[in-house]
């Protein structure tokens, strides 16, 4: 082995779990990955490398761990008469936002590995009520002629200062993660505030970059086998959001979500997803809606230890990893 692939082997060893997961003993176990947007073919679009997915695909074929459905892996965990059916080692792909380029590029990837996929999607953005705050503040801050802003931030100074792409996408993400600490209306009016400051209009609706699937493009992923769930009506970090915002966001995005489509997950998808950004208000909300659990983005494997615990609410806290990029490249050194 070159000491290039060496570097590459050990960078994956030390991961937090895959290296955990190939050892495994005991009982069936799931990896739930989560991604978000693929990149596109003429570099427009960032986001998982198309070829570094398939890569990662192939090896996990070629070492009999299991792709699965996420439903599947839940409802079997949590039944002990199904739950010898488990695979030892599965791994369970979803896909947080219902970009369009999930469609696009990520669906064909996942078919030619007959991979099963859950998509969350966010009704009040595909019906055109709004588009992702996130993705308001990446067009302000390309749109502007400004290489540095001043604002407050709840009677904090808020200075964004970049000289080229690079450092500008590093300030974008700095005063996103600041802003998911702060109430969601709050958020919103600094959003539009940024835009004022900035000199750069929203448009009322998301350009081409930002596009989500339609309805009917989802109908048509979801006659190729393709699932969906409710992922909230607006994308809003429901920790931070009035208990009524709360609970409309999660009881009207799971009707909509029913209404349009023929076969929806009974999964809910809680917006970031992390301890914090949810609690036993929103659980209770997720069970009135008619779900059977929900995801979360805490980095843990799904194993029996979940399904044998006194705590009921485990399915509505489902754990997951992001999926890491660098995996799909080096996975080969182990995947054999």
């Given at each position: 082995m070159t000491g290039s692939a060496k570097s590459a082997a050990f960078d994956l060893l030390?991961?937090?779990?895959?290296?955990?997961?190939?050892?495994?003993?005991?009982?069936p176990r799931c990896v739930v990955l989560m991604l978000h947007r693929f990149q596109s073919a003429d570099?427009?679009?960032?986001?998982?490398?198309?070829?570094?997915l398939r890569t990662l695909l192939a090896g996990l074929r070629r070492s009999n761990i299991a792709l699965i459905d996420?439903?599947?892996?839940?409802?079997a965990m949590g039944d002990a008469t199904t739950r010898a059916s488990l695979p030892r080692r599965s791994v369970a792909f979803t896909v947080?936002?219902?970009y369009a380029d999930l469609v696009e590029v990520g669906e064909p990837v996942f078919a030619e590995f007959d991979c099963p996929v859950t998509g969350f999607v966010v009704p009040g953005v595909i019906d055109g009520h709004c588009w992702f705050w996130w993705d308001q503040i990446d067009w302000i801050m390309r749109q502007t002629t400004a290489s540095s802003l001043s604002m407050e931030l709840q009677g904090q100074p808020v200075s964004?200062?970049?000289?080229?792409?690079?450092?500008?996408?590093?300030?974008?993400?700095?005063?996103?993660?600041?802003?998911?600490?702060?109430?969601?209306?709050?958020?919103?009016?600094?959003?539009h505030e940024l835009a004022r400051v900035a000199e750069v209009p929203i448009p009322l609706a998301a350009p081409f970059r930002y596009r989500t699937l339609r309805w009917d493009e989802l109908r048509a992923a979801e006659a190729r086998g393709?699932?969906?769930?409710?992922?909230?009506?607006t994308h809003p970090i429901l920790n931070r959001c009035t208990a009524?915002?709360?609970?409309?966001?999660?009881?009207?995005?799971?009707?909509?979500?029913?209404?349009?489509?023929?076969?929806?997950q009974a999964i809910f998808c809680y917006p970031n997803g992390r301890p914090g950004d949810f609690g036993m208000r929103e659980m209770a909300s997720v069970r009135a809606a008619g779900m059977t659990s929900a995801l979360s983005t805490q980095p843990r494997v799904l194993c029996i230890r979940d399904a044998q615990t006194a705590d009921p609410d485990w399915r509505f806290a489902v754990p997951r990893f992001p999926y890491a990029e660098h995996l799909g490249t080096v996975a080969r050194f182990f995947l054999r």
């Open positions: 030390a991961h937090p779990w895959f290296g955990r997961f190939l050892s495994l003993g005991g009982g570099h427009s679009v960032t986001g998982h490398d198309p070829a570094q996420v439903a599947q892996a839940i409802t947080d936002d219902g964004l200062q970049w000289s080229d792409a690079d450092s500008r996408h590093v300030e974008q993400n700095r005063l996103i993660e600041r802003l998911k600490e702060i109430d969601h209306d709050a958020l919103l009016a600094f959003v393709m699932r969906f769930g409710p992922h909230s009506m009524a915002q709360s609970a409309h966001e999660i009881g009207e995005s799971v009707r909509r979500v029913r209404e349009e489509l023929a076969h929806p």
